[in-house]
């Protein structure tokens, strides 16, 4: 009971300090987003960056149908969503790490962390906070599979892992986990999941319009992963600004030592699993909140 009056009050406390929000207008890209007026209009965007999200256009859609452009509904579900999210990194974290003290402070931190302002204030950020709640949720149900052996469980996990890839495409990494554990039926779902969404990325070249793709470039990935992990380790923006390049590269490989300091399994999956993330998001931005 004590556990969970300390969640409790994490996520209140959450509550307290993103409400503001729900007095925010609509800004920038949001105009956008909230220019879709049908489900085909939805299905075949054209989106300059590549994004293929109906998952989040659909909702945006759906809080249009019911409560027109009053901007503080939009804010509302984002910050509502944000409260879901601690609520599930905790359950992630009592059912990874085995420690509800862990899981705790995982969850605090999260609440509190200095780059989710852009993403809770900011509706266009929605795509993002919704891709995290589908994403940890079908990490739960995984995690559910391999306790009991339940193949329901393995299934829910199939699904909202597809919902998490239409939801944002940084969401790609989830199709790694099935193959980490020695059972014919976690592999065999992961081979599924695979060619389902190979099935959907050339459903989606196919139909819709899409862009010229921007050419990849090695020296924006290389600064991208570098300025990732400092400005993710140390949040100080401001600061981080103004050290030099060579500084910057110090600060990253002395991150990636503490990480590796104290070698466990549980922390070197955690490890493997932040550096696929960075390196996936660092191969189509520079970082940002």
């Not at 556990?3 to 994490?10: A, C, M, S, V």
């Not at 699904?159 to 969401?171: K, Q, R, S, Y």
């Not at 990935?221 to 050290?243: A, N, R, Y």
């Amino acid at each position: 009971m004590k556990k969970r009056f300390l969640l409790g009050l994490i996520i209140l406390f959450a509550w307290f300090f993103y409400r503001e929000s729900l007095s925010f207008f609509f800004i920038s890209d949001d105009f956008y987003y909230l220019s879709f007026n049908t489900i085909p209009a939805i299905l075949k965007t054209y989106i300059s960056d590549q994004h293929f999200i109906p998952v989040f256009l659909g909702v945006l859609y759906l809080i249009k149908r019911v409560f027109g452009l009053n901007p503080y509904f939009f804010h509302l579900t984002g910050v509502l969503v944000h409260l879901v999210i601690i609520f599930l990194v905790y359950r992630l974290g009592v059912k990874f790490l085995k420690k509800t003290r862990s899981a705790l402070l995982s969850a605090f931190i999260f609440n509190l962390f200095y780059s989710h302002y852009e993403v809770i204030y900011w509706i266009t950020g929605l795509n993002m906070s919704l891709m995290v709640l589908i994403y940890l949720a079908a990490l739960i149900f995984l995690l559910e599979f391999l306790k009991s052996d339940k193949r329901l469980f393995l299934w829910w996990y199939s699904g909202v892992t597809v919902l998490a890839f239409l939801t944002h495409e940084f969401a790609l990494n989830l199709l790694l986990f099935p193959f980490l554990y020695r059972r014919r039926s976690s592999v065999k779902s992961g081979v599924i999941l695979t060619l389902m969404i190979a099935g959907l990325i050339t459903v989606r070249s196919l139909w819709g319009n899409i862009s010229t793709p921007q050419q990849f470039q090695t020296l924006k990935f290389i600064k991208g992963i570098t300025i990732s992990h400092v400005q993710l380790f140390l949040p100080l923006p401001q600061v981080l600004e103004k050290i030099p390049d060579v500084g910057m590269i110090i600060l990253f490989l002395l991150i990636i030592y503490f990480l590796l300091r104290n070698f466990r399994r549980q922390h070197f999956f955690l490890f493997l699993w932040l550096e696929s993330t960075i390196l996936l998001f660092s191969a189509t931005s520079l970082p940002q909140a």
